[in-house]
């Protein structure tokens, strides 16, 4: 079976693996072990304690905090409860005039902002940039994931969660 | 007919009775164990090895009987071996969007009893280019030939090439203009257009005679026959060597396990959930010549789709909330759809192993009767459905690309395709006979980026993973101009951690010729339809299109003055406006325009992918060399990335990573100051969403969704807290 260390991991994660390695891993059979390794490696990366039980983002996690399953930041920063769209909990710029577009886009023709604007998700805590919509104006803001997390660790991973003492 | 079919059955009622046989057992044609496979599994590989090659081989082959670059040079072609009933065995590389949507055209036939008139005879060959049968476009002509041995059907060979010139109301075969079906081009239904290995005499002339330029097709023909034949000849002595009872046996088991196999390998890199995406296109006609007044001259369309992975390791996708099918050219048939999804999957998950049609069939697209997904008119345009496909696609993978991430193979993830806009032409040609083409180096545009490295430069679209631009010289040989730029284009990649990969524009000059017809299609406008990930920005795709007529490009020349190569990064004047003298043209939408003359300039551009990650993190080093080799401006990496670079003795940038790190706490502590909670721009909104103050197409849009939709209206009410039919006015 394929395996990798979580060395390999890591860097495979933060994009430093060299490319000829990488591109091995691409094209060879996966790795069964992955999850938790990877886990593991993002659990090291951050700073806090809460076991991570799956990544959602570039930094973005559910993790087990204390009764309850949170959508976390990096930076420890908590959008509530994993079942929410943890969008509505963040901070938000919106582009939607051609001044504030043409900062991203500086030479290119721009969408109208009458047609179209962007939105841009950031952790209130740390600034980080976690997600960004395009959309017609009014469009409702899309919740990305609702991840079967009971399903996958029960019947993917065969290491049922704890269940859950409080509601969401 | 058929003199003996390889069951009792006929081919029909075996049709049916694998189609009932999969629904009992939920295993393809009853097949609920491998037996063949646990018998010998390296008898088992080594046969479906055998099979691509005969596929890979004849499509190699085909390709050099071509005399299209389209398929010469770009590669755009498929071939598939099928099972009696027409799903596919084994496959070759190319544009796989195809192998399922031959796979309709063959069920179709059997299925309209084709069995007795026209009859399934061997050496025949039939051939579609019907949506609404299988296939996604008019260019996309498929041609099929049954297998037979021992005097019975055992299989099917079929091969696909995408036409540079169908003879539609404008030229090439992405027809723009085309509003409904009539106006598409030269359509071939189901038909028997060959016999005795040979192609009808009546058919060729019927081609030569309704085509702007048939030596593309007509020798498509010939190449895809071939082909077929190849493959055809090949199964019939490997069943020589296996046995019959064999191949009919390990052909369906073949399928049961790419089936398996697609199942156990969304559960080996996915998560189960609901995953959620959108995009938009919007599309700009209003004023242009030849459009008829039958739908909105301009329109915008939202793309929301809804994936759900089950425990079971099915992939379910759904389009609810979507547009109607309209009276323009970017309907997609059902067969389409499923040609989408299929070249996605094969891409994303099916990169080794068995890939065939058992992949397909552990997966569920539900399409909103009457919108665009699934029109409920077959008098409908097909003829550029890539430009909603791709858009549609583009978020799927998106969707994949989250759960390959949550799940950890990051390696994997991919911000997705984007829309590469076509330029297709027609008229005098430089050899003063009339010609019709499409223009294929779109086949070559920037893909998103990965999560742990940048997208492609120029070497990316969705519909071809082997994507290829041809050789400058080739297609100058089939069109009257000349090139006088390739450029990338700097920043457009959608900006982030890693940025989507460059587009590039190309800038001709008119030559020999008094009469060239222009035309685009597939780009978005005023709406971006494509998107970033996890923080990335999604790519510049809302462009338009520049040229100058009667330009001084010769007197330029002549004198030995500096040309324009290429737009530049003015957005607000172009190198042509800078370097020529001339008739300035601007244009918004499809590039539909009196034609052409020598001496005209003209440029078209492709696009880029969408971002991944937060552009504070990118790498400086990396944008350093980004900047020297112009896939970024030096002030883009300033003012969007928050990287300073210096120069070195040598003019060369060079990441001053001091400033770099001081520039960037700026930029965050600015970004903090200006962001504000999102439940008080909710609240904001919700007055602006009240009034519906919105454009009139934007209204329009939401209007026909609620009104085809009850869900999307049901979301858009409970998320704005209001009624969404009598706020946007819906009966």
Not at chain 1, 75 to 92: E, V
Not at chain 1, 117 to 135: K, M, N, W, Y
Not at chain 2, 164 to 177: H, N, S, Y
Not at chain 2, 662 to 687: D, Q, T, Y
Request: charged share 25%; with cysteine.
């Amino acid at each position: 079976m394929t395996s990798y260390s979580k060395e390999v991991i890591a860097d495979l994660v933060s994009g430093t693996l060299p490319w000829p390695q990488t591109r091995r891993i691409m094209s060879a059979y996966k790795d069964d072990d992955r999850f938790f390794k990877y886990v593991a490696v993002l659990q090291e990366r951050v700073g806090w304690k809460d076991p991570i039980l799956l990544p959602v983002g570039d930094h973005l996690f559910i993790c087990q905090s204390g009764d309850e399953r949170v959508t976390k930041c990096e930076c420890g920063h908590s959008f509530g409860d994993y079942r929410k769209n943890w969008k509505l909990k963040a901070a938000i710029i919106v582009r939607d005039t051609e001044e504030s577009l043409r900062e991203i886009y500086p030479n290119s023709d721009l969408p109208d902002p009458d047609w179209m604007e962007i939105r841009e998700f950031i952790c209130p805590q740390c600034g980080t940039l976690h997600e960004v919509e395009s959309a017609a104006p009014g469009y409702p803001i899309v919740h990305d994931f609702e991840p079967d997390l009971e399903g996958f660790y029960r019947d993917w991973l065969g290491r049922p969660l704890e269940p859950l003492n409080k509601g969401g | 007919m058929l003199d003996k079919p390889a069951s009792a059955l006929r081919i029909r009622e075996r049709l049916l009775e694998s189609e009932r046989l999969m629904e009992e057992t939920g295993c393809y044609d009853g097949i609920t164990e491998l037996k063949l496979r646990n018998q010998d599994p390296l008898k088992f590989e080594t046969l479906h090895t055998k099979l691509r090659a005969y596929c890979v081989s004849a499509r190699e082959m085909a390709r050099r009987i071509s005399a299209s670059p389209g398929v010469r040079e770009v590669g755009e072609m498929v071939v598939a071996i099928y099972t009696s009933e027409g799903d596919a065995i084994a496959l070759s590389n190319g544009i796989m969007v195809h192998v399922h949507t031959m796979s309709r055209f063959i069920k179709w036939m059997i299925r309209n009893g084709y069995e007795e008139n026209p009859q399934i005879r061997d050496g025949d060959i039939f051939a579609n280019n019907d949506a609404f049968i299988g296939t996604v476009q008019v260019p996309d002509v498929m041609d099929v030939v049954p297998i037979f041995h021992s005097g019975k059907l055992v299989g099917w060979a079929g091969a696909v090439c995408h036409e540079l010139e169908a003879g539609g109301i404008t030229p090439g075969g992405d027809v723009a203009l085309a509003q409904e079906r009539f106006t598409e081009g030269l359509f071939v239904c189901a038909e028997k257009v060959g016999e005795n290995n040979e192609l009808r005499r009546d058919y060729v002339i019927r081609c030569e005679r309704n085509l702007r330029m048939p030596i593309y097709w007509v020798l498509d023909e010939k190449a895809k026959v071939a082909s077929c034949i190849d493959m055809r000849e090949s199964v019939k002595a490997l069943i020589d060597e296996i046995g019959l009872d064999y191949w009919m046996q390990v052909s369906k088991e073949f399928i049961e396990e790419g089936r398996r196999a697609q199942l156990a390998r969304t559960r080996q890199l996915t998560v189960p959930g609901i995953y959620r995406g959108h995009t938009f296109y919007g599309h700009v006609t209003k004023g242009k010549p030849g459009y008829q007044p039958l739908g909105d001259p301009d329109w915008l369309y939202n793309i929301p789709i809804e994936m759900e992975i089950t425990t079971d390791g099915k992939i379910v996708m759904d389009f609810e909330g979507t547009q109607p099918w309209g009276y323009h050219s970017m309907n997609c048939t059902p067969a389409g759809m499923d040609g989408g999804m299929f070249v996605t999957l094969t891409q994303h998950m099916n990169f080794e192993g068995l890939v065939n049609d058992g992949a397909w069939m552990a997966t569920e697209l539900k399409l909103p009767h009457g919108t665009w997904t699934n029109p409920d008119n077959e008098m409908v345009a097909t003829a550029t459905s890539w430009a909603l496909l791709l858009p549609a696609y583009g978020v799927f993978q998106r969707l994949l690309s989250r759960s390959f991430i949550a799940r950890g193979f990051v390696e994997e993830a991919f911000v997705g395709q984007v829309n590469s806009p076509m330029i297709e032409m027609g008229g005098t040609s430089q050899y003063g006979t009339p010609f019709g083409m499409a223009h294929f180096e779109c086949a070559a545009a920037g893909s998103g980026a990965l999560a742990i490295k940048d997208g492609l430069d120029t070497a990316y679209v969705g519909w071809n993973p082997e994507s290829d631009m041809g050789n400058i010289e080739i297609w100058e040989q089939n069109m009257p101009m000349l090139y006088i730029g390739r450029s990338i284009v700097p920043n457009s990649g959608g900006a982030g951690k890693y940025r989507g990969g460059c587009s590039f524009l190309s800038t001709w000059l008119v030559s020999k010729t008094d009469h060239l017809r222009l035309v685009t299609s597939e780009h978005s406008s005023r709406v971006f339809d494509n998107g970033g990930l996890c923080g990335g920005y999604p790519a510049p795709t809302c462009q338009k299109h520049r040229a100058v007529r009667h330009s001084n490009i010769f007197e330029l020349a002549e004198n030995g003055a500096p040309l324009a190569h290429h737009t530049g990064t003015n957005p607000y004047r172009s190198e042509l406006e800078v370097r020529l003298e001339g008739e300035h043209v601007t244009m918004e939408g499809p590039y539909i325009t009196a034609p052409h003359k020598t001496g005209d300039v003209f440029t078209h551009s492709y696009n880029g992918g969408g971002g991944y990650g937060d552009v504070l993190e990118r790498d400086p080093v990396k944008t350093a060399w980004d900047v020297e080799n112009g896939f970024l401006t030096k002030e883009a990496a300033e003012g969007i990335f928050g990287i300073v670079l210096d120069e070195d003795e040598e003019g060369f940038p060079v990441a001053n990573l001091d400033a770099t790190k001081r520039h960037r706490a700026e930029m965050r502590a600015k970004r903090l100051a200006r962001a504000k909670p999102v439940s008080e721009w909710i609240a904001k909104e919700r007055e602006r969403v009240k009034t519906s103050d919105f454009a009139p197409e934007v209204k329009k849009m939401y209007a026909r969704a609620i009104k085809l939709s009850a869900r999307f209206a049901r979301d858009f009410s409970t998320f704005w807290d209001v009624d969404a039919k009598s706020t946007l006015g819906v009966e």
